[in-house]
């Protein structure tokens, strides 16, 4: 903590204010380095004998202010920032600020960063690109990083002539300079926060431009990719129609390109007007890509899109909001996929994003949504599911509560008030009590500010009056005590619906003579629990539940045998019971990753009883479906073929699916489900030839799904030899660095060789952390939570306590407590299997 008369030492002080930047950047592609000059217009406030603004990583060759003379300069590396001596006192005026500096083409995927890749002819090629947010501006120019100190951004990029450049602004002159060099200019960006702008320079490519409302729309790609460009420039020109009409706000660039980087930290970036990407989220081949593959890359485009209002022209006051931009794009980004292809039904498949923040916001090291912040490591912590996905399903339950127009009419006149400037948290709901006269704040307050969510527990007493009492819901039954303000929705017989904000507790209008159900259209952001007979009730003489209500059901009763609150056996008769009828992509993938978290807790006897009961859940639906794609099927439907089989084939192991995948994995591809189904198979149940054709595959893989799909597979293999091969490619530069932290995540999550994978990672602990990008430490850390037996769980424990990940220290705790409730439901998990086996 800092004393409050401490200044921050990472905020710069106040006194000198930019206004505008003119930026000159000279990258050299074969040394890794770069020089650069930068003018800023600056406002001086106060009398100042010093300035002070961020650096790292660079070292400054000159500098002058106005007419004065600098006498000093002092870097402080640990706050990043340097102080400029002037020679003569500095009186409030605009002024200028000019500064010549180098730097480091660095390997880190931040800053001003480089990204390699092999052309068709077997050359390697260099791409100098940049990822800034949240603080790494820094590393690439000289200047005032913070997001509330906005101005305009005009970049001169120097580079080869035979080179494409880019940054945020659109190109106003291209010269050659007569030495193999070109000068590239841009236009001004508008007004904006540092961590925006971007400039991309390499063997690039871009489509033809398509124009939506004036804005041309452009992907741009490394060499020889134009033929999988079409599917992201359909869904941006989509996504920009649809923001532009939805914020009733023009777009506030001036041209908007997707660029495709081979090297990248994170999914994608929101720069203003050059937004980038991971390969795998923005080049797709339709023929080979799955539904799900398409989608993800659709949710990113959309997602960064509705950041250009979310973020970009509306910006937080300071990194503790990032979730208020986070949350909001989130939400946008269903509202657009969900308008861009309805029969995928987003708000249905959100489910699965909403279980991941609820899994996390129950345990009691979870955080409230916004939380302070003062470090960039504490910026770096806050990337996770409960800013993006909790952050959404709680905007979503908001919405709903309010009325989506109502809502719609608020978000305008927010973005309206405040464009190219900063806002907290409290100036959203101040516009949407405005809008539509409710008390947002009052109920969303209870929602952001503290962790944790609600059980709502209904009870029906004799009369058939039914209670609703919440409770906070957690894993551990040591958890604080907390309440909310909860919009909850009752639906009940004769189409009654009642809506209610709970406090502690409340009665309903309805009555459980006949059935009641609460959350029925799963927006609510609370587990529900039904006492006395008020579920046998809603199953037995309740409406026919459509599959958000059943995807919720079995994602509540999951929750609270976790929780041991429900016994197992209660949840795998409920599941069987919904099996048998199901036919709903998100059910079944809610459905199939518990019983494959079981097969992982099981032990050796009670798999066997677990086999035997996937195989009796999944068998009907399989049956119904066969392996032959319909004409009138969607493609939902076919995307549920692969889940069935490859969960029937590795949980339910059973042996005709498994031969049959092997067949169609050795045959020519014609069904990218049923494909990428086989790939799992195979390598779960393969053999070193099998590992040897999977690697031939990574390495001749035609598109970046293919690629990700084949090096997923590669963590799967039960052989130690294979798993060893696998973990060594993480480190040896076989495997980007951008995908290493993710296959040890998932080899840690492989059920036979995940401690072998452990061992792996405590030898090679100071090389991982060196070669990993930081911010994906603790997300490939989150593969420890498999390794659940009491053992292991203890001595991962102390290794991270010796070892402590400063990046993300939060994330990991949250891990290692979450490790502690798998070894807990470990063993009811064994007593439950093995006591099924013996019954008939
Ligand atoms: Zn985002």
């Known amino acids: 903590m800092i004393a409050s008369d401490t200044p921050d030492p990472y905020r710069l002080p106040r006194e000198v204010i930019p206004q505008q930047y003119v930026l000159r950047l000279t990258p050299n592609l074969e040394s890794f380095t770069f020089t650069g000059e930068v003018s800023v217009d600056i406002l001086v406030t106060e009398p100042v004998n010093r300035i002070m603004l961020n650096a790292a990583e660079l070292k400054i060759t000159s500098a002058k202010v106005g007419s004065s003379t600098i006498s000093d300069i002092q870097y402080d590396p640990d706050h990043e ?23 480091t083409l660095n390997e880190n995927l931040h800053g001003f960063y480089r990204s390699v890749f092999t052309d068709s002819e077997d050359n390697q090629r260099v791409i100098a690109t940049t990822q800034f947010e949240p603080t790494n501006a820094r590393r690439a120019f000289p200047c005032w990083d913070e997001p509330d100190l906005k101005a305009t951004f005009e970049v001169t990029l120097t580079v080869p002539e035979h080179l494409m450049a880019i940054s945020s602004g659109a ?23 540092t961590y925006l702008l971007a400039f991309v320079i390499g063997p690039l490519e871009t489509t033809n431009p398509t124009w939506v409302n004036g804005t041309p729309v452009r992907i741009i790609h490394p060499l020889g990719k134009g033929h999988l460009t079409a599917f992201a420039l359909e869904t941006a020109v989509f996504c920009l129609n649809f923001f532009e009409d939805y914020f009733d706000i023009a777009y506030p660039g001036d ?30 081949d339709p023929a080979t890509s799955t539904q799900q593959e398409r989608q993800s890359a659709a949710d990113v485009i959309a997602h960064e899109l509705a950041h250009m209002w979310f973020g970009n022209l509306v910006t937080m006051q300071w990194w503790n909001g990032i979730w208020l931009k986070e949350a909001l794009a989130t939400f946008c980004e269903m509202l657009a996929v969900d308008a861009f292809r309805p029969d995928w039904q987003r708000w249905l498949t959100f489910g699965l994003s909403r279980t991941a923040a609820f899994e996390v916001d129950a345990l009691t090291t979870t955080r409230a949504i916004e939380y302070p912040v003062i470090s960039p490591q504490d910026a770096e912590g806050m990337y996770d599911l409960l800013t993006y996905q909790k952050g959404a399903a709680t905007i979503r339950m908001l919405e709903q509560f309010l009325g989506a127009e109502k809502f719609r009419n608020a978000v305008q006149s927010y973005l309206r008030q405040h464009s190219y400037s900063n806002t907290e948290t409290h100036h959203l709901w101040d516009a949407l009590t405005a809008a539509t006269g409710q008390p947002a704040r009052n109920v969303m307050d209870s929602w952001i500010f503290q962790g944790g969510h609600p059980l709502i527990t209904a009870t029906a007493d004799a009369d058939h009056k039914v209670t609703l009492k919440q409770q906070r819901f957690s894993y551990s039954p040591q958890t604080e ?21 709970l406090g502690e507790q409340a009665e309903l209008r309805a009555t459980a003579e006949n059935w009641v159900m609460l959350n029925p259209n799963a927006d609510g952001f609370y587990r529900v629990s039904y006492q006395n007979n008020l579920l046998t009730r809603l199953l037995q003489d309740g409406p026919q539940l459509n599959p958000l209500q059943r995807f919720m059901l079995l994602d509540d009763q999951w929750a609270l045998t976790v929780a041991k ?16 009828s199901e036919d709903d992509l998100a059910v079944w993938q809610r459905l199939t990753n518990t019983l494959s978290t079981l097969d992982h807790l099981s032990n050796n006897q009670g798999r066997e009883a677990l086999r035997q009961q996937t195989r009796n859940m999944i068998g009907p639906t399989y049956r119904r479906l066969g392996w032959e794609q319909t004409l009138q099927e969607d493609e939902r439907t076919n995307e ?26 050795n045959a020519d591809a014609t069904n ?14 393969g053999n070193a030839a099998d590992y040897e054709k999977i690697h031939r595959r990574l390495a001749d893989a035609p598109t970046p799904q293919l690629q990700l799909r084949y090096l997923t597979a ?72 498999a390794l659940s037996t009491a053992q292991l769980a203890s001595e991962i424990t102390a290794f991270l306590k010796a070892h402590p990940v400063s990046q993300g220290p939060l994330i990991v705790a949250q891990h290692l407590e979450r490790l502690q409730v798998n070894v807990q439901l470990r063993q009811r998990v064994a007593q439950t299997l093995i006591s099924s086996n013996h019954s008939p």
């Open 640 to 665: 549920l073929r692969g889940v069935l089989v490859c969960s029937l084939a590795t949980t339910g192991n059973d042996q005709n699916v498994i031969a049959r995948c092997r067949q169609l994995f």
């Open 481 to 501: 005590q907390a309440s909310w303000q909860v919009p909850i929705i009752v639906a009940a017989a004769d189409n009654h619906i009642e809506h209610l904000v």
């Open 672 to 685: 990218p489900a049923l494909d990428a189904a086989a790939t799992t198979v195979v390598a779960t149940t």
């Open 171 to 193: 190109e106003t002159s291209s010269q050659q300079l007569g030495n193999g060099l070109k000068e590239v200019r841009f236009a001004p960006t508008i007004k904006m926060s």
């Open 255 to 284: 041209k908007l390109d997707l660029v495709a980087i081979p090297d990248f930290a994170f999914g994608a970036m929101e720069n203003m007007g050059c937004v980038t990407f991971r390969e795998a989220l923005l080049l797709i």
């Open 81 to 103: 920032r340097v102080t400029l001596e002037l020679a003569d006192r500095l009186e409030p005026c605009m002024s200028q600020l000019n500064l010549c500096f180098s730097g």
């Open 714 to 785: 590669l963590s799967l293999f039960t052989q130690p030899e294979l798993m060893d091969r696998t973990l060594a490619a993480t480190l040896d530069g076989t495997i980007r660095s951008q995908d290493a932290g993710f296959v040890i995540r998932d080899c840690l999550r492989n059920r036979e060789r995940g401690v072998q994978a452990w061992r792996f990672v405590t030898q090679r602990w100071d090389e991982i952390n060196q070669k990993i990008p930081s911010q994906i430490i603790p997300r490939m850390l989150e593969g420890i939570c």
């Open 565 to 580: 609150q429900l016994p197992l056996t209660e949840y795998l008769q409920l599941a069987a019971h919904i099996a048998i």
